[in-house]
């Protein structure tokens, strides 16, 4: 079984660069598949849920090669089968993007309904009820999502709640349908506008991206293009917390400073010197007394449902109280369980979690249990007294490219360990 060590009460000082965002880089992988023609990407994050991603689309028959150390080069012109199968989905719920992608190309699809989750029920009844608008005859089949269409139609169709995946599925869907599509409170995220460029980049005919409302024009054929993966704003938040957390000072190279304005403007609130630049970011925490912030989960442009855990245990150790609600998802508290067994004093009514910051947190054996819940242990590890294991990395490896690697450039004590 591996685990992660973290001897506590090191300041992280130092730069380390900010890899390719996971969640831009899967969409992007899937709606590659729409062309039969070859796509090349650059700034592909090494993580396992792009390893998932690359697993499954090669299972469809796409041939991919890892060209330097982060590209990727994918020829779809002999896909053989239209298949997500539960075992790969179980692993990762973002193989759901397949979904809009087949049916645009093939007409036909067949990707395993995404079980239960860690943060909370997480259905896809709207990447359903969207290609159903677009004319697709949509069953479950054994766990299946069976989808069909001799050819999708553009349709009028409006997100109640905002969805990420759901807008990425019906904008890949909506490239190649007849006619027009709009999607109305669509998703802003960073990674929706990085795949929407990749699709005009293909030939999509796509206007509004990065507004609530998107309009497609659908085309025939998608071309050949070349592509670079946005920096990770997850990644690059999470060693701003563990920067501050730890009263350090880092600089982080090739980010995207402007797709976390929220996530400084809070860092700012508790204390931290921000300066940033087109690509850098600059993160120092002088003061002895973090300074508590409270926070609401939004959509983008607001603090990310992904930040919440990491900035969650930076409140943890800010003297004083602070009030955290989560409006994303319902079940993302899985960490705080964790975080009490380490001191931390917090506790839970509904979606908001009432924080008061404790002068210490203590080391303890803690396990994951989601991506980000992992990423807040970590966190909370770097500074807390002795050494903390953490078990179940393998959700951290889902979306940290060599997590205890950067850290160790930037002074931490960190090590993995087989047990
Ligand atoms: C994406 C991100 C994930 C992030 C999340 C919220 C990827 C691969 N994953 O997940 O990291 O935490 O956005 O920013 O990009 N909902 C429905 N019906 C649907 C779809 C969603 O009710 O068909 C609800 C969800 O239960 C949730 C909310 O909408 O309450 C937002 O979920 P969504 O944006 O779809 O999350 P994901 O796309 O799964």
């Known amino acids: 079984m591996k685990k992660l060590k973290i001897q506590g009460g090191h ?3 130092g730069e380390i660069h900010i890899s390719g965002s996971k969640n831009a880089a899967l969409s992007i992988i899937a709606a590659s598949i729409m062309t039969e023609e070859r796509i090349v990407l650059e700034n592909i994050p090494h993580l396992e849920d792009v390893t998932t991603m690359i697993r499954l689309i090669a299972g469809m028959g796409v041939s991919v090669t890892l060209a330097d150390d982060n590209k990727l080069i994918l020829d779809s012109s002999k896909i053989r089968n239209f298949l997500a199968p539960y075992d790969l989905v179980k692993t990762m719920r973002a193989s759901i993007l ?16 995404p079980g239960g989750c860690a943060i909370g029920a997480r259905p896809v009844n709207l990447h359903l009820d969207g290609l159903k608008a677009m004319g697709a005859d949509v069953e479950i089949n054994e766990g299946y999502i069976c989808a069909k269409a001799k050819k999708l139609k553009g349709a009028h169709f409006s997100f109640s709640p905002v969805s990420v995946t759901g807008t990425a599925n019906l ?4 490239v190649m349908a007849e006619g027009q599509t709009i999607l109305e409170n669509a998703a802003t995220e960073p990674e929706v506008i990085n795949l929407g460029e990749f699709l005009l980049k293909m030939g999509a005919k796509i206007k509004g991206l990065g507004t609530r409302k998107i309009m497609i024009d659908g085309v025939n054929k998608l071309c050949s293009t070349e592509h670079k993966i946005i920096p990770d704003r997850i990644e690059t938040g999470t060693f701003l917390v563990a920067a501050a957390m730890t009263k350090g000072s880092v600089l982080l190279k090739k980010t995207q400073p402007e797709h976390l304005q929220s996530v400084l403007d809070l860092l700012r609130q508790t204390g931290a010197v921000i300066f940033f630049e087109e690509d ?18 939004q959509p983008y442009p607001g603090i990310p449902t992904d930040m919440q855990a990491q900035l969650m245990v930076l409140n943890a150790i800010a003297p004083g ?12 508290f899985m960490h705080v369980l964790e975080l009490q067994r380490m001191g931390a ?5 509904g979606n908001t979690a009432y924080i008061t910051g404790v002068k210490k947190l ?13 990423a807040a242990l970590v966190l909370a590890g770097l500074v807390a007294d002795g050494e903390t294991h953490i078990d179940r990395i393998y959700h951290i490896d889902r979306g940290y490219e060599c997590i205890e690697s950067k850290l160790s450039l930037l002074g931490a004590k960190v090590a993995r360990i087989e047990t």
Request: no cysteine; aromatic share 4%.
């Open 11 to 13: 300041s992280l000082r």
């Open 98 to 113: 397949v979904l809009g992608p087949l049916i645009a190309r093939f007409g036909e699809a067949s990707v395993s309904l």
């Open 171 to 174: 904008m890949m869907a909506g």
């Open 280 to 297: 850098t970011i600059e993160l120092t925490m002088n003061l002895t007394n973090i300074k508590p912030a409270d926070f609401t989960t």
């Open 321 to 332: 109280n602070s009030i955290v609600v989560e409006t994303i998802f319902e079940n993302r």
């Open 345 to 349: 004093d917090i506790s839970l009514s």
């Open 362 to 374: 203590q080391s303890a054996p803690v396990m994951a249990t989601d991506l980000r819940a992992s």
